[in-house]
């Protein structure tokens, strides 16, 4: 894979969707601020008032979620990309449609009924594209932030779609008042489901609450990443880290040994893992590379896990030592017991 390339197209992917976000909320503005005969006028109480703040609001969580999704699967964690269905095409395709219905919410905040039913259909787009994209080896579907932006979703989408296609049935074109308050409250609680059960995702850290209790630095023996960007139930590859060379020959394959023991312990718990002692099992003796060239590596293949396990005694490796620091500035958890681990994969 060509890393650069990919790079460079996933920007390109990602100034498109935001050029056009942008517009979409300049038209949006323009019609808010201007009357028909492009006078300032603002009615501050009133329907165009809400539908307004709904759209930008949309707008902006959309437009937030698109970019850690571009920036999580295309350069933090590039073991997610579903290339069987090539999800780069699949991300421009969807998300350029989610763009396009930006602009026809824009041009509907003075139609609540048209406003309506693009929303819906935005929802629906979203859900498919969740659906296409992430059913992967690597991330199931109905797991971490995928659920939590399905069932945000399906809430609007069942609680305001279900009376939209018993109106449509029959014939019935202009929606009673009480449809639009299930509309916003449908949205605020998509809001409310979307920012705080997906924070891990947008801000690398748990959400609480103001009025709740906040702790402090967890104990040694548990993780040390308290900030992870990867939630406990997304951790399906976990890397390796701990001492390797020893004094002697020995004390080396005791090393390996050791990594090996945890390695099965953790493929029978239904992780997948990487363990650079036994992928270069005494190549310091069988091949002639130099060993930096096995550090790169090994740091380069940290980056395509979702979490690190530091093995006993890891501080007395220089190796190691940087792999955990590489873990750290990448905001993945970094587990140093199997207990502290979230539990079986299989």
């Given at each position: 894979?060509?890393?650069?390339?990919?790079?460079?197209?996933?920007?390109?992917?990602?100034?498109?969707?935001?050029?056009?976000?942008?517009?979409?909320?300049?038209?949006?503005?323009?019609?808010?601020?201007?009357?028909?005969?492009?006078?300032?006028?603002?009615?501050?109480?009133?329907?165009?008032?809400?539908?307004?703040?709904?759209?930008?609001?949309?707008?902006?969580?959309?437009?937030?979620?698109?970019?850690?999704?571009?920036?999580?699967?295309?350069?933090?964690?590039?073991?997610?990309?579903?290339?069987?269905?090539?999800?780069?095409?699949?991300?421009?395709?969807?998300?350029?449609?989610?763009?396009?219905?930006?602009?026809?919410?824009?041009?509907?905040i003075a139609d609540e009924s048209r406003f309506i039913n693009y929303y819906l259909l935005l929802l629906v787009v979203d859900s498919i594209w969740l659906f296409l994209v992430f059913p992967s080896g690597?991330?199931?579907?109905?797991?971490?932030?995928?659920?939590?932006?399905?069932?945000?979703?399906?809430?609007?989408l069942v609680s305001t779609g279900g009376p939209i296609v018993v109106f449509f049935i029959r014939g019935i074109e202009i929606y009673p008042s009480w449809l639009l308050w299930v509309f916003v409250i449908?949205?605020?609680?998509?809001?409310?489901?979307?920012?705080?059960?997906?924070?891990?995702?947008?801000?690398?850290?748990?959400?609480?609450?103001?009025?709740?209790?906040?702790?402090?630095?967890?104990?040694?023996?548990?993780?040390?990443?308290?900030?992870?960007?990867?939630?406990?139930?997304?951790?399906g590859t976990v890397f390796i880290a701990g001492p390797y060379l020893g004094s002697d020959f020995n004390e080396t394959e005791k090393n390996i040994r050791l990594a090996e023991q945890y390695s099965i312990?953790?493929?029978?718990?239904?992780?997948?893992?990487?363990?650079?002692?036994?992928?270069?099992?005494?190549?310091?003796?069988?091949?002639?590379?130099?060993?930096?060239?096995?550090?790169?590596?090994?740091?380069?293949?940290?980056?395509?896990?979702?979490?690190?396990?530091?093995?006993?005694?890891?501080?007395?490796?220089?190796?190691?030592?940087?792999?955990?620091?590489?873990?750290?500035?990448?905001?993945?958890?970094?587990?140093?017991?199997?207990?502290?681990?979230?539990?079986?994969?299989?």
């Amino acid at each position: 894979m060509n890393r650069e390339s990919l790079h460079n197209s996933v920007e390109v992917l990602k100034i498109l969707y935001m050029v056009v976000a942008g517009l979409a909320l300049a038209v949006g503005l323009e019609r808010f601020v201007l009357d028909e005969m492009r006078q300032f006028k603002i009615e501050w109480i009133s329907l165009q008032t809400l539908l307004f703040i709904i759209f930008v609001t949309t707008v902006a969580r959309f437009v937030h979620g698109a970019m850690r999704h571009f920036d999580r699967t295309y350069t933090e964690q590039l073991q997610r990309v579903n290339w069987r269905i090539s999800q780069p095409l699949v991300d421009f395709s969807a998300l350029g449609i989610e763009a396009f219905i930006f602009f026809i919410l824009a041009y509907s905040i003075a139609d609540e009924s048209r406003f309506i039913n693009y929303y819906l259909l935005l929802l629906v787009v979203d859900s498919i594209w969740l659906f296409l994209v992430f059913p992967s080896g690597e991330q199931p579907f109905w797991s971490g932030n995928t659920k939590w932006w399905t069932l945000a979703n399906l809430l609007v989408l069942v609680s305001t779609g279900g009376p939209i296609v018993v109106f449509f049935i029959r014939g019935i074109e202009i929606y009673p008042s009480w449809l639009l308050w299930v509309f916003v409250i449908g949205v605020a609680f998509h809001a409310v489901m979307d920012y705080p059960l997906n924070w891990n995702l947008y801000f690398g850290r748990r959400f609480r609450w103001p009025w709740s209790d906040w702790p402090k630095e967890e104990a040694p023996g548990a993780r040390d990443a308290t900030a992870s960007s990867v939630p406990d139930d997304e951790i399906g590859t976990v890397f390796i880290a701990g001492p390797y060379l020893g004094s002697d020959f020995n004390e080396t394959e005791k090393n390996i040994r050791l990594a090996e023991q945890y390695s099965i312990e953790l493929w029978n718990r239904g992780y997948k893992v990487f363990c650079p002692h036994l992928n270069t099992s005494h190549f310091e003796v069988k091949a002639k590379a130099d060993e930096q060239a096995y550090k790169e590596f090994d740091l380069r293949m940290l980056q395509c896990c979702d979490a690190v396990f530091a093995l006993p005694k890891w501080e007395d490796s220089e190796g190691a030592k940087a792999e955990i620091e590489e873990a750290k500035r990448l905001e993945m958890p970094v587990f140093h017991s199997l207990d502290a681990l979230p539990g079986t994969r299989s």
